[in-house]
């Protein structure tokens, strides 16, 4: 079971603690097993990219903590998925179901 899908953020750092159990986080350089009070830091950007699953039998507890910007993009790499929120507004979209900028408009 995934806590979330493999992504990564364009403004939102993200800081993961091992509060108990033993996840198995995914990252660029591939997987690895976490330990208890292990700590993480996921910066802004693909270096960032992440996943955290729980692939034992044993409960799993994290703590995710991060800075909450006003607007946020962030992306899904193995769905190809892209989501854009700030404002009260939220979208989740495929880059090849991108509009043309003047789609819509008259020129």
């Not at 799993?60 to 006003?70: F, G, L, P």
């Not at 854009?84 to 509009?99: C, K």
């Amino acid at each position: 079971m995934r806590i979330c899908p493999y992504h990564w953020h364009v403004a939102e750092e993200e800081w993961l603690l091992v509060v108990r159990g033993a996840p198995t986080l995914r990252t660029p350089d591939g997987e690895r097993l976490l330990r208890e009070g292990d700590v993480l830091v996921f910066p802004t950007g693909e270096r960032g990219a992440h996943a955290v699953a729980n692939a034992t039998d044993e409960p799993v507890r994290v703590a995710m903590i991060s800075n909450q910007a006003e607007v946020e993009i962030c992306v899904y790499p193995d769905s190809r998925k892209i989501g854009a929120s700030g404002g009260g507004v939220r979208l989740l979209n495929r880059a090849e179901d991108n509009l043309d900028y003047w789609d819509g408009e008259e020129r």
